[in-house]
């Protein structure tokens, strides 16, 4: 595991275990933790320099967020990403992106248009980096940006609710660079039926957008369960 070191303002700005729950929490979602490793208490207050007590703490709010689970004579592990998990929570995701584009579609203004249009820019940029974390950070913020446009508060609280859970998945997906070029499309369509204010366009490349990661995620898992 690559533990990188603490932000100095956030660690004076957060309790001690919120610091460490942040630390595991990216540690997991970037996969430097990996699915079905152990964590073990005295091994990570090593690592990382503190008691054994911000780490049960940390551990115990990761549990709630289902990123790592108690089994029995094993203790904590790190949960895997299983079909029935993908499935449901982008079977959610999949209706309130295609309804955050349509509603996109009907109310974003010329200002909103700009910041998506350099958000897209902002994506490919990342591309280039080579950087995951930079590529999945520009990819939330682009899909932020029209959720934000909506102009929906319940909608937008539906999808920030999912954000932690979509994270995981993103970066999972993200981390096939085959499949950029197709991203960078499906983001520019987006984007142009916004502007068009296709409603019914966007709504359906939206769904495409979500179909495609399903797809390409379901079908990792289905390698890794015949090797």
Not at 113 to 122: N, T
Request: proline share 1%; charged share 35%.
């Amino acid at each position: 595991m690559a533990y990188h070191e603490f932000d100095a303002k956030v660690d004076e700005l957060l309790p001690l275990r919120d610091v460490v729950y942040k630390k595991l929490r990216r540690a997991i979602l970037l996969e430097e933790l990996k699915a079905g490793e152990r964590l073990t208490e005295i091994h990570l207050a090593d690592k990382l320099g503190v008691s054994r007590t911000p780490i049960r703490e940390a551990i115990r709010k990761l549990e709630l967020e289902g990123l790592v689970i108690m089994i029995p004579r094993r203790g904590t592990i790190v949960a895997e990403i299983t079909e029935k998990s993908l499935k449901n929570v982008l079977e959610v995701r999949r209706v309130l992106d295609m309804l955050s584009a349509e509603l996109a579609c009907e109310r974003m203004d010329e200002e909103g248009k700009k910041a998506l249009e350099k958000a897209c820019r902002d994506f490919e940029e990342a591309i280039r980096t080579g950087d995951l974390r930079e590529i999945a950070q520009k990819d939330v913020e682009l899909h932020n940006i029209i959720v934000e446009a909506s102009g929906n508060n319940v909608l937008q609280h539906l999808v920030g609710n999912l954000s932690e859970q979509m994270y995981r998945y993103r970066v999972k997906y993200l981390k096939d660079d085959s499949r950029y070029k197709t991203l960078i499309k499906e983001h520019q369509g987006i984007y142009e039926s916004i502007v068009r204010r296709e409603g019914k366009t966007a709504a359906r490349l939206a769904k495409e957008h979500i179909d495609n990661q399903e797809s390409a995620i379901m079908s990792q898992l289905h390698n890794w369960n015949t090797d």
